[in-house]
Every structure is written in structure tokens, then in C-alpha cells.
């Protein structure tokens, strides 16, 4: 956009055009000045811009730029659902199963979700089929029906955990996934992966030749029902809160590619102190599987002589750092590339510090 139509659509912002403010927020955001974007996206939600309003509703619930309010950004979102937008009845089912400005409460994420549905929101309709065993591509299908069927089980069933190593601890988890739930994953994660980076020496993140694999993370924005149920097994598998996690990352390695040995705590330098004092220390990782039909790309750990590739659905859990809170050399691991096919993970990693809001309680 050129300075004259800049200016164009700043006037007629300026003028109360509720369209020209959300546009010009989205011109604002994407040259970084976000308390600017943020002043407008109020301006056109206080006239009744729905997709301006629940733009700010995920701000305020994940405090991206100004204070963060879940609270008030799940109200928001309610209130829009509860008028009949198809998104944002979606977004406040993913909000009741993650317990993001409201409770945590998988039968009324369920309820909303089958309302998303019946609005005709696509993700929430193929979530709801995979969920209930059903066709998701009926669009007569009887959606709070298949609400009431949807089989919760997979999630909530108790782990299987086969050592590896015992110090550090280092486990296996079989069958901790569907495979109908792991094909979700990839499904969705395709369309967006990007050049993996790395944590640098500066305190931000590079693209190195140390990684050469894609990656791709979810957010609250860009979530579903399904993924959050996946995070919530996950942090009970490792025994820790859901919000101490970051994003979902989904990796994707083709023949040849790899993470040559690394760790995944972030290194104690002066460089990295400010994230660590936000963000807290990474301590635990849990890896899953997610699809066979390749060669090679173990996950190894070199300092113990020892590579793990479980079959689809399975999981692998390891700490960075030792029982008594130091960071751990033994957890120096590489992802190997494949020699043939193409390998899919989740990969998770949890911190000292939350990074979501807490959940309310009931």
C-alpha cells in the first residue's frame, strides 16, 4: 500500500468508517505498530465489526499487545457467538476445553462446538465428526446428535509407559494417539510449515544449518477442539499444567533432513535472561510420532547410546534438566533424518513458568 492510499484509508478511518478502521488495523499490524492496530481494532468492534472484534478478543485472552484480559476477550467472543458468528462460536469451544478465560469444560466446548457446526464453521465440523466416529462432510448432519456421541476416551486413558533410560528417565509411551487423531495433526499443520530455526547466541531465534527440517506451531487463533484435547494428554502424560506449554509444534522432516545434536533447555546466558525471567526455563519435552512409512529418523541420544522410533501414535518423554533442577547434559538428542519417506512429529515443550493464562477455576 502506497503513502496516497495510506492516507485515503487513515482519513476515511479517522471519519468513523467501521471497515476502513479494521483494515487499517490490519496495515498496522502488519508494519509492526501494534498499539496503533490495537486502537482501531477497538474502534471498529465498538461499531459492530465481528471479524475486528474477535481479533481483539484474542488479544486480550492471550495478551498480544496490550494487557492481557481473558476474562474480558472470552465475554467478547461469547457475546459474538451468542449472535450467531459461526468463528466465534468455534473459538469459544476451544476456550472451554482449554480453560482460556473461563473454566475448563470439555461438555460445553462440545455444546459450542456443535453450535460452530451447525453455523457451517468447516473445522468445527470435521472436529466434531473425527470426535463422534462420524462422516464430517455432511452438511445435514444432526450436529448437537453427534455432540452427545463424541468419544472422549482416547484422551483420558491411562498411560503405558516403557522406560528407555532410567537416569535421566527416559520413556516410551505406545499408543498414545489415535492414528485418526495424528492424521488430524498433519492435516492441518501442512499447509503452514516453514523453515525450523533455533534458539541463537543473541537471544532470539535464527535459521541454522544445525536444523534443516520445516515446522509449524499452533496457537490459540489458529486451534481447534481436537488439538487442545492433544495438549491436555500431553501435559498429564508429563505431569505438568497444561499452561506451562508452548505452542503445539508439529516437525516435518523429509529424506535427508535433520537436527543434528542439541538441547532443549535454553542456554543460562546474558543474552537469554530476559526470556528466561518471562518465560521460564524449558525442563521437559514429549515427542509423538505420527505417522510409519519411512527409513531411519530415530530420535537419538548420543551421550547415552541410545535411538527410539516408536510406531505411529506413540510418544517419547524426557526431561532437560535433573532432578534437582540442573540443566542436564545427558539430554543431548538429535532428530536423524529419514532415509526414505517422510516423518511427522509433535514435538512439546514445557517451562518453570506458565505461558498461557490459568485456567479459572469453577
Sequence with gaps: MDAAELKRLADA?????????ERLAQVLEQAELHEQAVHWL????????????????????????????????FTRLSGLADRG??????????CHVAGLGTPRDLAHGLARLAQAAERGQPLAREVLGLLAGG??????????????????????????????CE????????????????????????????????????????????????????????????????????????????????GLGVLHY??????????????ETPQNAAQLRARGQRVH??????????GGGETEFPRLGLRLRPPAGSAISFPSITPDGELD?????????????????????FRTRPLRPLAPLA
Design 13 to 21: 478511518a479517522a471519519r468513523g468508517d467501521a471497515a476502513a478502521q
Design 42 to 73: 477497538r474502534q471498529a468492534a465498538a461499531q459492530g465489526q465481528p471479524r475486528a472484534a474477535i481479533r481483539l478478543g484474542l488479544k486480550e485472552i492471550a495478551g498480544s499487545h496490550l494487557r492481557a484480559d481473558p476474562a474480558r476477550g
Design 85 to 94: 458468528d459461526a468463528e466465534a462460536a468455534h473459538l469459544v469451544a476451544i
Design 135 to 164: 462422516d464430517a462432510s455432511k452438511t445435514g448432519a444432526d450436529w448437537a446428535s453427534l455432540a452427545s456421541c463424541a468419544d472422549l476416551s482416547w484422551f483420558e486413558r491411562p498411560f503405558e509407559r516403557r522406560p528407555a
Design 167 to 246: 537416569e535421566p528417565r527416559i520413556e516410551t509411551l505406545p499408543d498414545f494417539l489415535p492414528v485418526w487423531a495424528c492424521r488430524h495433526v498433519m492435516r492441518r499443520a501442512a499447509p503452514e510449515l516453514a523453515r525450523a530455526r533455533v534458539v541463537d547466541e543473541a537471544g532470539g531465534e535464527s535459521v541454522r544449518g544445525v536444523r534443516t527440517n520445516s515446522v509449524m506451531s499452533f496457537g490459540i487463533a489458529n486451534s481447534d477442539v481436537l488439538l487442545e484435547l492433544i495438549n491436555l494428554r500431553i501435559a498429564r502424560a508429563v505431569g505438568r499444567l497444561p499452561e506451562h506449554a508452548e
Design 254 to 267: 523429509r529424506p535427508g533432513e535433520t537436527y543434528l545434536p542439541h538441547y532443549d533447555f535454553i542456554p
Design 285 to 294: 519435552t514429549l515427542l509423538v510420532y505420527l505417522n510409519d512409512g519411512f
Design 329 to 349: 547434559p545427558r539430554s543431548l538428542h538429535a532428530g536423524l533424518p529419514p532415509s526414505r519417506g517422510e516423518k511427522w512429529l509433535i514435538s512439546k515443550w
